[in-house]
């Protein structure tokens, strides 16, 4: 079995997205995917990755994403070149999968677990922003989005109330008073979501590779510190007790 074609697909309702499909002589199509800086991939993926895959065998996975890797590695470890090997990657397994009849996680060593937990990573696009709603009137309607998030089955949630700040100092500060502002954000979140479902939903803070390792490390106190007292004390009562953790990392901890 042999690769003949490598092809790319976008819907403009999913700017963001872009497919792949790896066909073969044999019949077998396998469709992969990458997400986010489209164009930047397609152009990789039809000028550098498709020319080093055809007339490859699709099964040797492992062997074509070295050499594919060797040749684009001296641009580095990440980028659109490496976006575009991964969609291609995926592909090649839904082939793997296909041709031994046999889901992937046989192929990959075998279940270890029957469910797997899923978050929303909040970016969403047209109808359904959740961005949008997360950000729009300084997180006014955070708490509804937490309360649509439960109600479809999703109990965790990407979201970033320091982002604004991080980018005003390139990740090297971050003060407490700025912690105390992004968190202003997260309280009608997470009210609602200690009250009525007793932590029921997670968040998972997305800093975007910009902080230094300072920053970080006060954010966890402070976040442990203002998680801890969210729903038992008014908010400045909550920050009062957060700034003196900020101080002592250690007071953090008892309450």
């Not at 839904?94 to 677990?113: F, N």
């Amino acid at each position: 079995m042999k690769i003949t074609a490598i092809e790319s697909l976008q819907w403009a309702a999913y700017p963001r997205l872009l497919m792949v499909r790896v066909h073969t002589d044999s019949g077998l199509i396998g469709l992969g995917e990458t997400v986010d800086k489209v164009h930047g991939a397609k152009g990789a993926l039809h000028g550098t990755i498709a020319p080093l895959m055809l007339g490859q065998d699709p099964l040797e996975i492992e062997g074509l994403w070295r050499f594919a890797f060797d040749n684009i590695m001296y641009h580095g470890y990440a980028g659109a070149e490496l976006r575009a090997l991964s969609a291609v990657e995926i592909a090649l397994w839904d082939i793997a999968g296909k041709h031994y009849g046999a889901p992937l996680y046989h192929l990959l060593g075998g279940r270890v677990r029957e469910r797997v937990p899923t978050y929303n990573t909040c970016i969403g696009f047209g109808e359904v922003n959740d961005y949008r709603a997360w950000s729009e009137n300084d997180g006014a309607h955070a708490g509804r989005l937490a309360e649509s998030l439960l109600a479809d089955g999703i109990g965790a949630m990407k979201i970033w109330p320091f982002d604004r700040f991080s980018e005003r100092s390139q990740g090297q500060r971050i003060a407490p008073a700025q912690i105390e502002r992004g968190w202003e954000r997260c309280a009608p979140c997470a009210t609602r979501w200690a009250r009525r479902w007793r932590s029921a939903l997670n968040a998972t803070f997305a800093g975007t590779g910009r902080a230094s390792s300072a920053s970080p490390a006060r954010l966890s106190r402070m976040t442990f510190c203002f998680w801890r007292t969210c729903c038992r004390r008014p908010t400045s009562m909550r920050f009062a007790k957060c700034r003196a953790a900020q101080a002592s990392p250690s007071s953090a901890l008892s309450f």
